[in-house]
């Protein structure tokens, strides 16, 4: 079965901008025009739906689960926290960071804004997730333009299969102590392709 170009989350959006630019154009204002064009092709973009094959095979591999850059990688309670920035022109579908037979959702509502230093008040957007090898990865998803839309999960998903859209914001990343981490703070990371590291066995 072939990709759909777009996702889901972005027929109604470009049917819109589509709309939007053939009103326009029809009158003949070119400044419009043009600027109508230019959001129809960002919206064709934002929501673009491409393939990803995992750098990796390894059943211990730890994958990127949205695109962006690495801000952040520092020690944590429970491990390592890779913090993920996504930015306007990154594709915005979440993938599973592991080949998993669990994962376990939960959302604490708040308010999809930058609020730095007001964690207590965002909106937060919990996935962890399990593999038969036991490892454990925990992903925080901090929305800034809107909630994340998660897909109905299967009692399983392979590596870097898609499991939501995320809107934009920041993702953390944890992962258990004693992973081998591959990435470094400035790093370009692909969903469901780019290697963040290893998991214990």
Not at 98 to 120: K, V
Not at 154 to 173: D, H, I, M, Q, W
Request: charge should be neutral.
């Amino acid at each position: 079965m072939k990709t759909l170009l777009l996702s889901r989350e972005g027929f109604i959006p470009s049917l819109i901008a589509l709309f939007v630019f053939v009103v326009v154009a029809a009158l003949e204002c070119t400044i419009l025009a043009c600027v109508a064009a230019a959001v129809l092709l960002y919206t064709l973009w934002f929501f673009r739906n491409l393939e990803r094959i995992p750098a990796e095979s390894d059943s211990l591999a730890l994958i990127a689960p949205i695109d962006g850059k690495i801000s952040d990688i520092s020690p944590s309670a429970d491990g390592t926290a890779i913090t993920i920035k996504t930015g306007l022109f990154d594709a915005h579908l979440i993938r599973s960071p592991l080949q998993t037979n669990r994962i376990e959702r939960s959302i604490r509502n708040g308010i999809c804004g930058a609020l730095h230093g007001n964690d207590h008040l965002r909106q937060i957007e919990t996935v962890a997730i399990l593999n038969a090898n036991g490892g454990e990865v925990v992903v925080l998803l901090k929305p800034t333009i809107a909630p994340s839309r998660f897909y109905k999960f299967k009692n399983s998903l392979f590596l870097g299969e898609r499991v939501g859209f995320f809107y934009g914001g920041e993702g953390v990343v944890t992962i258990a102590a004693g992973a081998d981490i591959r990435v470094a703070v400035g790093s370009i990371v692909k969903a469901g392709e780019s290697v963040l590291g290893f998991t214990r066995s």
